[in-house]
């Protein structure tokens, strides 16, 4: 196995596929959001992504079974009025280094790329750190015509005291020097549990964007399986963490 | 010397072996059982494996010795009633950083692999932070079938609240990728003691699983020789850390 | 992508060019300093570097627009009684690993040694911690007849209680193994607010080491400017600790 | 440059030389006593290892000169009744990580090992956190006829209970691997001061066992030197680790 390596489980073509991420972060806002769309219009996972960057652990899922960290792509064809097709990006986990994070990024617009992408939506929370009336969505972009649209639908605009960590940060900045454009869609949060709410707000938009029908009745469910999965997620980094920085007596608890 | 290296001891064939790993990791209670099963069934030590992603030292042994950071493989042949070739891997450290744990266990992969290996038991500790009255043993597995053994030997299944992290965790799960089947034991311990109790709790169970006899009359003799040991891994742990994170005048009782 | 990339912008020809440089540090005094000559003597960009070694993340300026960690290169031809031509090298961030930073500053001196540099200045703070009636300008040279010079023009020498942490130390190192002469200059500064003064001081000694005119009039509405973008960079990196150092629900803050 | 590059500075031959390892360390004991040797037998600076794996810093020295980090190769020939040759390794810094500890280490060897090198000594401190009145000497080896000898000169023998961290110890583990015999003198110190007696410890068994003399009477003022030396090393490791693990406004106080 190459450092990083991605395994084709279905050979497809699509027709300049927009390109949606939402891998693990800030309240699992995106995350919630892009699974419920993979369940809700029932889209079809055709290539996994492993990597030495992710966190070196399994889960283990309801029945005993390892799961592997992984990224997932998924795709949806000729969907919404604009017969448009899509690549969806998931997963249980981020790269873990600085390095990593870039290298990743760097593979996954290779991969994309080949099919044609020109256009992206990366999916995050924005974390208040206090109680919220109602979510708002804030977005930020590669392209001023996309901020246009963006303050149409009543988006917050992320302005200049801010920037964005990570995949949905990198993947669109990355991308910017590939020519494809795009936006990040970052739900506002409490940040400190799972926000159905949130996801909602950013599906809302991101629906009128796409020009697709996306129902969100059973997004509460889902919110309550993606607060399971996250429990043990933090409850893994909170162990890894314990590892790469504790020492002597504490160090009998962490390693499996 | 490349980033990792394996040093062949001896030239042997095996017939399809299971491949049993028990690296130091939790309250140490695998490495415990796993150099008790080589001990009382003697095995012989096959081959070293050498890797920059150990931590940076020695350890100095009842005589004054240096002993390098090492992984090693032992063999056994024909054991049991099933007449079952076996690879068991121990050592003193495991690697580092998560690239390094990705890539350390990707090389004992490929390197057990040469040798037929479809099956694969990787042990370790499950810390309660408390004390325990008997000794539970938790598992995790790649299949269902491993899954409903397990249950049948009253292994508690591990559920999913919890992963593994570490060797035993990435070896089962990127086993998995490769189509070697295989379950994780962990032993129920405090987690602050070196636990013989735990270790004999696994050795139990795999002893039923494998279909062959381990006498662990000798058990709590060898985990009175592995807390010194650990005391010393410990220790040096310990100065790492601190070499790592320390500063100004507290460099100074750190490096050797 | 390679880890590290320098996008050409414009090919250009230059005469021993003196190279200074002045990526974000102490007081981001060096940047501010940097980012006004390129203002008042109109310095064109003629190229950009990108690297997997820069923090995972993007900026967001004002119009919401994201942009890319980046080290920028300019070029100034004729300048002063000497008609003198100048590469500057400005940007929003340093590597952030130890061998980064190594690596970065390799792939910066072999850019700028194909255009002919003999000479550099780099740029940057140094931080006492309390308020400063005047900010006094410290050196460090590679050469002996430098720090002559240095101490012609009342700079003070900084002497052997201390050195010079990342770029602005490192290209002055690496450049000598090159055979590049050159001096640090290091505007002293509180070190706790952007520093319009430090910067100045600065600027008053460069100006009669090159033999060139710099107008430092609109230094303050820079250093206002300047102290927006650091203020960000700030936030942004104090995500990135707590997510390189996080656990459990922390981690819900900082990734987007 | 690569990762790490050795610079011949002459071109020798020598006759299966001593190898002498003395990085800085714990109390700067093994730096000190290695220190004392080039000076007082006049041994020559014959190559420089430079590495991305050192501390991204320079030093400043009393001119206001920057400095590489650096490791020096030194030689001396025909030394002591033996008529033994000597490559003896000193320098102002270690590898940062634990990767580059190795590799380091490793690049070490191989250059060293042209030489002819069969034999070395690694020379460093052991802290005791307490004042002490007599420095003893303690030794490790990688052969039993070693530790016999250092045992008939009343050297103490590091036991089980510890470990050498850092170049001390790996040198000599992966010594051994190649064949390489040697030992492991450490001077106790109570590791908050530059201790010229602990280092005279050193010495005066060293002299013994490699059959030289060493005058140590200019030590003290060796050491003076190795004070201010040693205490702007700390410095700037300071400045290092709040540079990886500070944020937001403490961070203006460390990058140069």
Redesign the interface.
């Known amino acids: ?1 190459k ?1 990083t390596e991605i395994n084709i489980l279905e050979e497809i073509e699509l027709n300049n596929p927009i390109f949606i991420e939402a891998l ?5 806002v995106g995350k919630l959001a892009a699974d419920h769309i993979i369940d809700e219009l029932d889209a079809t996972k055709f290539a996994e992504l ?20 992984v990224n997932e792509f998924y795709y949806l064809k000729s969907q919404g009025e604009d017969n448009k097709d899509y690549i969806i990006l998931v997963g249980n986990s ?10 990743l ?2 593979e996954i617009l290779d991969f994309v790329e080949k099919f044609g992408v020109k256009e992206m939506y990366t999916l ?4 208040t ?1 206090h109680p919220i009336e109602e979510s708002r969505v804030f ?6 015509e996309i ?1 246009e649209t ?1 303050k149409e639908l009543n988006i917050e ?14 993947l ?3 991308g ?2 590939r020519n494809i454009k795009g936006a ?1 869609l ?1 739900g506002e949060t409490p ?2 549990f799972i926000d159905a709410e949130a996801a909602e707000a950013i599906l809302d938009k991101l629906a009128i964007i796409l020009n697709i029908e996306i129902n969100t009745d059973k997004l509460d469910e889902r919110a309550e399986e993606t607060r ?2 996250i ?2 997620a ?10 790469t ?5 504490d ?6």
């Not at 981020?94 to 290298?103: M, V």
């Not at 995050?124 to 974390?127: S, V």
């Not at 977005?139 to 001023?144: F, L, M, P, W, Y």
């Not at 605009?157 to 990198?170: C, P, T």
Request: net charge negative.
């Open positions: 196995m450092d693990p972060g800030i309240g699992h492993y990597s030495y960057h992710f966190p070196p652990q399994v889960f283990v899922d309801e029945d005993g079974l390892v799961e592997n960290m981020q790269a873990l280094s600085p390095e990593g994070q870039y290298q990024s760097g995050g929370g924005l974390a750190g977005g930020a972009a590669t392209d001023i901020i963006l605009i992320r302005s200049a005291d801010g920037g964005i960590v990570g995949a949905s940060g990198l669109l900045g990355l910017k020097l990040c970052m940040g400190y399971k999965m429990s043990k933090q409850k893994m980094e909170q162990e890894m963490m314990n590892k920085l504790g020492s002597g007596e160090d009998l608890r962490y390693i499996g």
